[in-house]
């Protein structure tokens, strides 16, 4: 055998390991079922960056995308987002102020002393008014208007946090946290909107999806039999997966312990991005 082929042959077989234990291998390519559907998010991101809305105006179709509406100039994007059949969702927090949020000083009176540790641009909401749910109201009345047709309730669990109420000072309970929330999804319900849940079913029956943050060291943290009876009501349930070396790999482990109508979008830690699945 001639050396140069000997060669061929190691670097063949070489390349085909690595082919092999790549991350994110494209042989692989989980996808869900027909229920399941791509998921953009331009709202948020845990560590590297978010959606841009170039690359969503590019790339969405038949995607559940979500936008910061009220970040300035975003929410002229939404018919342009919603021509390739993207169903488009708004984000709010009905669990936090944000101090840079326009209606920031309206909810001041409402709010907890200190900001979350963890965000330190946010407080917890301390009670819950009817000037609290006016607030949360006008917002999605503004969603509504530039064509919104979810809205995606961010810290609607923060009321299940018993340390968190103490540390804070948190004076709604669970039922009335549970109340609140359920108020402002049937005032979407009103208008012709869907209430996306994010990190808990519980108490939520009337939501239409839920939307949950998972973790590298961290996964299927939640409540997995709240999870399966949304899927079982045909209901849409998310998993975005935060800081992962291996999304795929995630992905069919999701299907495999739920089935196959999860739908998902991933951290990728190599691309330092987003990745997107079922388009």
């Known amino acids: 055998m001639y050396p ?71 929410h002229a994007y939404i018919p342009e987002i919603k021509k390739n059949n993207n169903q488009v969702a708004g984000y709010i927090s009905i669990g936090t102020a944000e101090n840079w949020r326009n209606d920031f000083n309206q909810l001041k009176p409402f709010i907890v002393a200190n900001s979350w540790d963890q965000w330190p641009d946010e407080y917890f909401l301390k009670k819950i008014t009817p000037q609290v749910i006016q607030i949360m109201k ?76 998972s973790y590298h060291k961290d996964k299927n943290w939640w409540d997995r039999a709240g999870t399966k009876r949304f899927l079982d009501a045909g209901k849409p349930v998310i998993i975005n997966h935060y800081n992962e070396t291996n999304c795929d790999k995630v992905y069919i482990d999701y299907m495999d312990y739920y089935n196959k109508s999860i739908s998902y979008i991933c951290e990728d830690a190599n691309l330092k991005k987003y990745v997107h699945y079922n388009e």
């Open 138 to 213: 006008t917002r999605i009345d503004s969603m509504a208007k530039w064509g919104c047709e979810w809205v995606e309730f961010d810290n609607m669990d923060w009321v299940f946090d018993d340390d968190y109420r103490k540390e804070y000072g948190i004076e709604v309970t669970s039922k009335q946290g549970i109340d609140y929330f359920n108020i402002l999804a049937d005032y979407l319900h009103q208008k012709g909107m869907k209430a996306m849940a994010k990190n808990t079913v519980e108490g939520a029956s009337n939501f239409d999806g839920v939307l949950y943050e």
């Open 4 to 74: 140069t082929f000997k060669l061929l042959i190691i670097f063949t077989f070489i390349s085909t390991i690595i082919s092999c234990t790549k991350d994110n291998n494209s042989d692989i390519n989980p996808a869900g079922n027909e229920n399941a559907f791509p998921v953009y998010n331009q709202a948020y991101q845990e560590n590297y960056e978010a959606d841009k809305i170039a690359d969503i105006i590019s790339n969405a179709e038949n995607a559940y995308v979500l936008l910061d509406p009220f970040i300035k100039g975003i």
